[in-house]
C-alpha cells in the first residue's frame, strides 16, 4: 500500500486546494503517472504515485483545502478490474443486522460515516460533515446542488447563511441609503466562489496598498522610431531567430538601462535595510483565465533581443497552459506589464510584491503632438511607473521614466547602453 501525499512545494506554501482528480477510485496507476491537480496560492502541480497498483481511495474532494504532508489518496497492489471500489465518502452498503442487546452499555463517541435521518442516508463528503458539526447544522436539512445527492462544503456553507424563507431586505426609515442585496438563490445574481489563486492576488495586492507608499508618475512615448526599426529589420530578424520581434524586447532592454542608472529603482526594504540588486530579473506580466501572473527574464542584461523574445514567448505559453513552475516566477526584481494588449490608455499599475517599482505600458494611439514647431500625428504611448516613495525619490523616478522614454525613441542607443 501507497499513500499519496500533498508534497512539499516551495518553503512559503503550507497548503493547496485540490483542483481536479484525473484518476478515480479502482482506476490502474502506474509508476510516476499524474493523478491530481493541486492548486497553490502560485502554481498549479500535478502530483505523482510513487507506486504501481490500484487507486483504492480518495480522501480529499475537489475544492478541499489539504496540507502539506497530508495524505490524499491510496494506491494498493492489484489491477483495477481486481479493486473494490472503496471512497474516503460515506459507504453505502446496507449495515449488518443488529445483534440482540444487553444491558445499556457506556455510549461511544464516534462521528457517523453516513447521516441517517428518517430512513434515509445523507451522503456528503468528510469536509462537509466536519463544517456541518462545527455549525450545528443537520445534513439532511442541506439542499445539494450535485444531482446525484451528495452534500459538499459549499452546500452546507449555503445552508448555513442562506435564511430558511428569502425574504426582501428591509427599508430603512432613518433617511440614510438602502442597500438592496439580492437574495443568493435569486437568478439576479449569479455567486462563483474564488479561486485559491484569485484570492492569493486580492490579498497580495492589497498587503501592497497598505504597506508601501506607492505614487504614480508618468510620461508619453513617441513610437514613430522604434515602429519603422521594426518594419524595417523585421524580416531578416525572422529568418535569423524564428521568432519576431517585439515592442517587450525594446522594454525590457530600456528598462535594464534605466535600472542600471538608477539603481534605487532596483531595490527593496528588508527590515529596517535597504537592499539594493546588482541583478536584473524583470517580470512580466501575463494575463491568464485564473488572473494574472509575473514569470520572470532572467538575467536580462545579459541577453539579447532575441533571447528576451523567446523567453517571454515561451513563459507566456507556460502561464496558459498552467505549467508554470515556482522558479519561473520566484525573485524578480522589477516588473513589465503591458495593459496596452487590452485597449487600456493609461492607468496606475500596482506594485508585485516587495519590489520598488513597476512599469505600465499602454495602448498606441495616433494623436496630434509638436514636432519641430509644427503639429504632426504621431503614434503615442503613455507609459506609467509606479514606485515606492520610501525608497525612491520624485528625482529618481522621474528619471528613469525619462530615460525609458529616450532610449525607446532612439532605439539604436539601447545597442550602448543595455
Do not use: C
Not at 466562489?193 to 497598505?210: D, G, H, N
Amino acid at each position: 500500500m501507497a499513500e499519496i501525499k500533498v508534497p512539499e512545494l516551495a518553503e512559503s506554501i503550507t497548503e493547496g486546494s485540490i483542483a481536479q482528480w484525473v484518476k478515480k477510485v479502482g482506476d490502474r496507476v502506474e509508476k510516476g503517472e499524474f493523478i491530481v491537480e493541486l492548486e497553490t496560492d502560485k502554481v498549479n502541480a500535478e502530483i505523482i504515485s510513487e507506486e504501481a497498483g490500484v487507486l483504492t481511495q480518495i480522501l480529499a474532494e475537489e475544492g478541499d483545502t489539504v496540507l502539506v504532508g497530508q495524505v490524499i489518496a491510496i494506491v494498493e497492489a492489484g489491477e483495477g478490474a481486481a479493486a473494490a471500489p472503496a471512497t474516503a465518502a460515506p459507504a453505502e452498503a446496507a449495515p449488518a443486522p443488529a445483534a440482540p442487546q444487553a444491558a445499556p452499555t457506556a455510549p461511544v463517541a464516534a462521528a457517523p460515516v453516513v447521516e441517517e435521518t428518517s430512513g434515509e442516508r445523507v451522503i456528503a463528503s468528510p469536509a462537509a460533515r466536519r463544517l456541518a458539526r462545527e455549525k450545528g447544522i443537520d445534513l439532511a436539512a442541506v439542499s445539494p446542488v450535485d444531482p446525484q445527492g451528495r452534500v459538499r462544503v459549499q452546500d452546507v456553507s449555503a445552508h448555513g447563511t442562506a435564511p430558511a424563507v428569502p425574504a426582501p431586505a428591509p427599508v430603512a426609515t432613518t433617511g440614510g441609503p438602502v442597500v438592496f442585496t439580492p437574495a443568493a438563490n435569486s437568478d439576479r445574481v449569479t455567486i462563483e466562489k474564488m479561486s485559491r489563486r484569485r484570492q492569493t492576488i486580492a490579498k497580495r495586492l492589497l498587503e501592497v496598498k497598505q504597506s508601501t507608499a506607492m505614487l504614480t508618475t508618468f510620461n508619453e512615448i513617441d513610437m514613430t522610431n522604434i515602429m519603422a526599426l521594426r518594419k524595417r529589420k523585421q524580416e531578416e530578424f525572422v529568418k535569423a531567430n524564428d521568432i519576431k520581434l517585439g515592442f517587450m524586447s525594446f522594454f525590457t532592454k530600456a528598462v535594464v538601462a534605466a535600472l542600471k542608472k538608477y539603481p534605487y529603482v532596483n531595490a527593496q526594504i528588508v527590515g529596517d535595510e535597504l537592499h539594493l540588486n546588482n541583478f536584473f530579473d524583470i517580470g512580466i506580466a501575463v494575463s491568464t483565465e485564473e488572473g494574472l501572473v509575473v514569470p520572470v527574464v532572467r538575467d536580462a542584461n545579459s541577453k539579447n533581443f532575441a533571447e528576451i523574445e523567446k523567453d517571454i514567448a515561451s513563459l507566456a505559453t507556460k502561464a496558459r497552459e498552467k505549467k508554470l513552475g515556482l522558479n519561473d516566477m520566484a525573485g524578480g526584481s522589477f516588473t513589465i506589464t503591458n495593459g496596452g494588449v487590452f485597449g487600456s490608455l493609461m492607468s496606475t499599475p500596482i506594485m508585485n510584491g516587495t519590489q520598488a517599482g513597476i512599469l505600465g505600458m499602454h495602448s498606441i494611439v495616433n494623436r496630434p503632438v509638436a514636432v519641430n514647431g509644427e503639429v504632426q500625428i504621431r503614434p503615442m504611448m503613455y507609459v506609467a511607473l509606479s514606485y515606492d516613495h520610501r525608497i525612491i525619490d520624485g528625482k529618481d523616478s522621474v528619471g528613469f521614466l525619462k530615460t525609458v522614454k529616450e532610449l525607446i525613441e532612439n532605439p539604436e542607443d539601447l545597442l550602448l547602453n543595455s
